[in-house]
């Protein structure tokens, strides 16, 4: 071989000087961000969000019963283009992927909620702020996101759970889900034994982990003070609210009485969020429910129940074209947007992943991870034969197979 020849082979690049965006480009998928959370922060936040409820099976039979889809591709069609644009009441999205609501994020990264704002809208994707942020409803409003929903857990306090509908209205979000499956709180063992309490407590623990986790802490000293921001004065006081503790100011006692008050509250798309089965879906779309997001909280409330993935093609049986079916837990791939797209569902939704990337790298690993689902749906698409999402949900029944 020629010098010349050699010197073509030998390709030294430029060390990228951004030590954040060193790390993330070493990230292939999803479970390398999350290995990258996992070594940034303490120990308790990281199992705050990673972990599940009791024995956290559905947790992880959420995952498998995704992966037990196989695809039949269709070879010889022309996918020099896949489009992964999606329509979803009335609005376009840059993929049918939305951001599900979690609880706390300005625990995982200081500017919490408000950088996984600016990730989404810079992709034109929604993203859903809970009843239980660390950032207000008025102030995720004032980052200038164009399609923000609001989750809505329905509180023994009546007039405060109106109260926030009407606050996410004036403020101009876009719709409104209810959460269904938290009558009473899952029991997440890992926070039991991490003693995790919001905000933080300076137990010997978290002394010791400050030593290890330097960053994380500054970050943490330097931000405002933690709180539940749209709880007022339920969030204040002596005793410190656990993640469990918080669920003593839901309602055990609601019934679809009570959603069809709140479908009186508010103007926009109205969607339930829960494990919602075919009998329950059609119930919801009765009294003008717009949207079905089947949901099992991520494995984090009712310990064995069924996966989210088994529910998609008997709920869209039951309640026909017409509602949306939004699926979340379980989804770490692109190629799982593509299979419950193909199932029947209009979007998917994640909730641990961005959270990764959130105490992975804040905005930009909220980015990363999106980027990574959204690029990987597309070749997902164009390997199985599909160059839309409209065909992909056309040629469900024939791309699918079921694993044995």
Known sequence: MRLSEVRQLVQVKRPEPNPTARRLAKCLNVDDVRELAKRRLPRAVFDFVDGGADDEITERENMAAFQAWRFAPRVLQDVGEAHTAADLFGRRY????????????RMVHPLGEVAVA????????????????????EDLAGTGHRDLWFQLFVLRDRGLTRSLVERADLAGYRALEVTVDTAVSGKRERDARNGLTIPPSLSARTIADIAIHVGYWTGMVRGPALQYANLGEL??????????????????????DD????????????????????????????????????????GRQLDRSIPTADLVRPVRSAVGEGPAIIVDSGIRHGADIAVAV????????????????????GEQGVGKVLDLLTDQLRRTMQLAGTSSLSELRREGAELLRRRA
Do not use: Q
């Not at 600016?118 to 409803?137: E, F, G, K, N, V």
């Not at 969030?235 to 679809?256: K, N, Q």
């Not at 109205?270 to 009998?279: D, E, F, H, I, T």
């Not at 979007?347 to 959130?358: D, E, K, S, T």
């Open 94 to 105: 840059g993929a049918p992927l939305g951001l599900c609501p979690t609880g706390y994020p």
């Open 118 to 137: 600016r990730a989404t809208s810079a992709r034109d994707l929604p993203y859903a702020l809970s009843t239980a942020a660390s950032t207000s409803i």
């Open 235 to 256: 969030a204040v006081g002596e005793r410190r609210l656990t993640p469990s503790s918080l669920g003593d100011l839901f309602d055990p006692t609601i019934t679809w």
């Open 259 to 298: 959603i069809a008050e709140v479908r009186t509250w508010w103007p926009g798309p109205l969607l339930l969020k829960g494990p919602l089965g075919p009998a329950d879906a059609k119930r919801a779309v009765s009294i003008g429910i717009d949207g079905l997001h089947l949901s099992n909280h991520g």
């Open 342 to 361: 193909a199932l029947g569902a209009d979007m998917c939704a994640i909730g641990r992943p961005y959270v990764y990337g959130l105490g992975a790298a």
